[in-house]
């Protein structure tokens, strides 16, 4: 491989292992946090809020697959990195 090709893996490898952190890293905080929020002590709502958030996760992956399929795959991550600086902002401010 040339040092391009090694660049470019590395890369891609640094994006996905970031995604698979962000994706997992909230799973065993919630739970613990959930008690300080009111209904946070209902185990079935705490169970569908994390099953909500993977099932988005899911869906959201197909459709961002099938736009950087039609659009390109930099033009997706880019959006997906300024979405996911939105969501940052807006869940600091709350």
Same mark, same amino acid.
């Given at each position: 491989?040339?040092?391009?090709?090694?660049?470019?893996?590395?890369?891609?490898?640094?994006?996905?292992?970031?995604?698979?952190?962000?994706?997992?890293?909230?799973?065993?905080?919630?739970?613990?946090?959930?008690?300080? #929020?009111?209904? *946070?002590?209902? !185990?079935?709502? $705490? /169970?569908?809020?994390?099953? +909500?958030?993977?099932?988005?996760?899911?869906?959201?992956?197909?459709?961002?697959?099938?736009?950087?399929?039609?659009?390109?795959?930099?033009?997706? #991550?880019?959006? *997906?990195?300024? !979405?996911?600086? $939105? /969501?940052?902002?807006?869940? +600091?401010?709350?």
């Amino acid at each position: 491989m040339t040092s391009a090709e090694k660049r470019a893996g590395a890369s891609l490898a640094a994006i996905f292992a970031l995604r698979m952190l962000g994706l997992f890293l909230i799973l065993p905080v919630f739970a613990v946090h959930a008690h300080t #929020i009111p209904g *946070g002590d209902n !185990l079935t709502l $705490v /169970g569908l809020a994390i099953g +909500a958030y993977g099932l988005t996760q899911a869906f959201l992956q197909i459709a961002y697959g099938a736009a950087s399929d039609r659009f390109g795959r930099k033009p997706v #991550i880019v959006f *997906g990195l300024m !979405l996911f600086v $939105v /969501g940052s902002v807006v869940a +600091a401010l709350a």
